[in-house]
């Protein structure tokens, strides 16, 4: 029997199409096609300005440079994250104030938010994760903003598409940035997308993202001043996107409404598969949201179980069933860990629900014949190990 990997993206001869005209034309860096990828995406997100960049962690360090995060600066953000959240922070030498997650949704806890916004002054941005692709409390974490007077930058890099009570998400924070990374829900290979509506970010961001260079290339090199000319003011970054991965942006763009649909019905498939399970099916928090379904995260109820997670993930792989953990909570990493004083017991709900969590394949990609095979190796499983 074949082997399930965990994820596969979904690509097509449109992108491969369009991948090799934009090789065939010679322009292979930031130009046209880059240009057309932003306008769309803009467009989709029903947002003003989008700027494509080369990574989410790359747009997630332009947002807090944009928001003027520096030395001294605090930023509000969730424990069980990818380290690239928490990361950006320490780039710009501002420290981040890890807090922990709702027991159910594994968002980030707003009443935590508060806790944390009361004790630290310095506090200058709340940088919220969809986990999974279910969107975070917008509606709370916006009003504490305003109440306290700092910024939201969202990691979206989940949430495409995902909306908060009927809004987009990417219309509702400051910034909002998006990942395209070979196994997110739309790929352009590694990849990201800053969006906003305020156009002082947006120069600050076009000009960090090359060399802190006021003009970008593609201007350069249509603009009526000498192709020659530019003008450096500040130390910037090689953060660009190419025309490269943009081709395949731009078509995996429209389909990123159809993908969504897909991995909503494989999440639904196995919802109603596992009620009878010693587990705990992904929590919806609005059941007339957008959940994006990036993840499926299914809980084992270990205590009705004589294995543990791990134990759960080896004997899956034996069945040619890959899987995977999201996340290693940053308080469980050396450097988080030893560079803030954290522990287990500060994070109770991530802790608790880094031994009882596996993420399952759930992608477009899969047949309904693989779905199946996932369905009945986890219910095979489990049924054995039952108490
Ligand atoms: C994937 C991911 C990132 C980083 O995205 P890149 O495009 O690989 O830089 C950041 N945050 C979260 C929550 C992610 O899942």
């Given at each position: 029997?074949?082997?399930?990997?965990?994820?596969?993206?979904?690509?097509?001869?449109?992108e491969?199409?369009?991948?090799v005209?934009t090789?065939r034309s010679?322009?292979l860096?930031?130009?046209p096609?880059?240009?057309?990828f932003e306008?769309?995406?803009s467009?989709f997100?029903g947002?003003?300005?989008a700027l494509a960049?080369?990574?989410?962690?790359?747009?997630l360090h332009?947002?807090?440079?944009?928001?003027?995060?520096?030395?001294?600066d605090?930023v509000?953000?969730?424990?069980h994250?990818?380290?690239?959240?928490?990361e950006?922070i320490?780039y710009?030498?501002?420290?981040p104030?890890?807090?922990?997650?709702e027991g159910?949704?594994?968002?980030?806890?707003?009443d935590a938010i508060?806790?944390?916004?009361?004790?630290?002054p310095?506090?200058?941005?709340i940088l919220?994760?969809h986990?999974?692709g279910?969107?975070?409390n917008?509606?709370?974490?916006?009003?504490?903003?305003?109440?306290?007077?700092?910024?939201?930058?969202?990691?979206a890099?989940?949430?495409?598409?995902t909306?908060h009570n009927?809004?987009?998400?990417?219309?509702i924070?400051d910034?909002?940035?998006?990942?395209?990374?070979?196994?997110?829900?739309?790929?352009?290979?590694e990849?990201?997308m800053?969006?906003?509506?305020n156009?002082d970010?947006?120069?600050?961001?076009?000009?960090?993202?090359l060399?802190?260079?006021?003009?970008?290339?593609?201007?350069?090199?249509?603009?009526t001043?000498?192709?020659?000319?530019?003008?450096?003011?500040?130390?910037?970054?090689?953060?660009n996107?190419?025309?490269?991965?943009a081709?395949?942006?731009?078509?995996?763009?429209?389909k990123?409404n159809?993908?969504?649909?897909?991995?909503?019905?494989?999440?639904e498939?196995y919802?109603?598969?596992f009620?009878?399970?010693?587990v705990?099916?992904?929590?919806i928090?609005n059941s007339s949201?957008v959940?994006s379904?990036?993840?499926?995260v299914l809980?084992?109820?270990?205590?009705?179980?004589?294995?543990d997670?791990?134990?759960?993930?080896?004997?899956?792989a034996?069945k040619?069933?890959?899987?995977?953990v999201?996340?290693?909570?940053?308080h469980?990493h050396?450097?988080?860990?030893?560079?803030?004083?954290?522990?287990?017991?500060?994070?109770?709900?991530?802790?608790s629900?880094?031994?009882r969590?596996?993420?399952?394949?759930n992608?477009p990609?899969m047949t309904?014949?693989?779905?199946e095979?996932?369905?009945?190796?986890v219910?095979?499983?489990?049924?054995?190990?039952?108490?």
């Open positions: 029997m074949s082997f399930i990997p965990y994820a596969l993206p979904l690509t097509g001869e449109e491969i199409q369009e991948v005209d090789i010679g322009w860096t930031t130009g096609k880059t240009k057309q306008k769309d995406f467009a997100v947002a003003k300005f960049v080369n990574s989410a962690t790359a747009g332009l947002g807090l440079e944009a928001l003027g995060v520096g030395p001294g605090k509000i953000t969730t424990v994250t990818f380290t690239a959240t928490a950006v320490r710009l030498g501002a420290d104030i890890f807090v922990d997650i159910d949704s594994f968002n980030i806890d707003c508060e806790e944390a916004l009361k004790q630290n310095e506090v200058k941005v919220p994760v986990y999974a279910q969107a975070a917008m509606t709370r974490i916006m009003a504490l903003a305003k109440q306290y007077n700092v910024k939201v930058m969202e990691d890099a989940h949430a495409l598409p909306t009927g809004q987009m998400i990417g219309t924070a910034i909002t940035v998006y990942s395209f990374y070979a196994n997110k829900t739309i790929t352009t290979g990849g990201g800053v969006v906003t509506n156009e970010y947006v120069k600050r961001i076009s000009c960090m993202r060399h802190g260079i006021s003009k970008d290339v593609f201007d350069r090199f249509t603009s001043k000498p192709s020659w000319h530019y003008q450096v003011v500040a130390p910037g970054f090689k953060y996107m190419t025309d490269i991965a081709s395949m942006g731009i078509h995996q763009l429209k990123a159809v993908l969504q649909s897909r991995r909503q019905a494989i999440a498939k919802n109603n598969a009620s009878d399970l010693p705990t099916t992904p929590f928090t949201d959940h379904w990036h993840l499926y809980q084992l109820n270990i205590n009705e179980l004589s294995i997670r791990d134990e759960f993930i080896r004997i899956m034996d040619g069933i890959g899987t995977s999201h996340y290693i909570p940053l469980m050396p450097y988080w860990q030893d560079n803030y004083n954290l522990t287990e017991g500060g994070f109770p709900k991530s802790s629900a880094f031994y969590i596996v993420s399952l394949p992608y990609k309904d014949e693989q779905v095979r996932v369905i009945n190796t219910r095979e499983i489990l049924l054995e190990h039952k108490k």
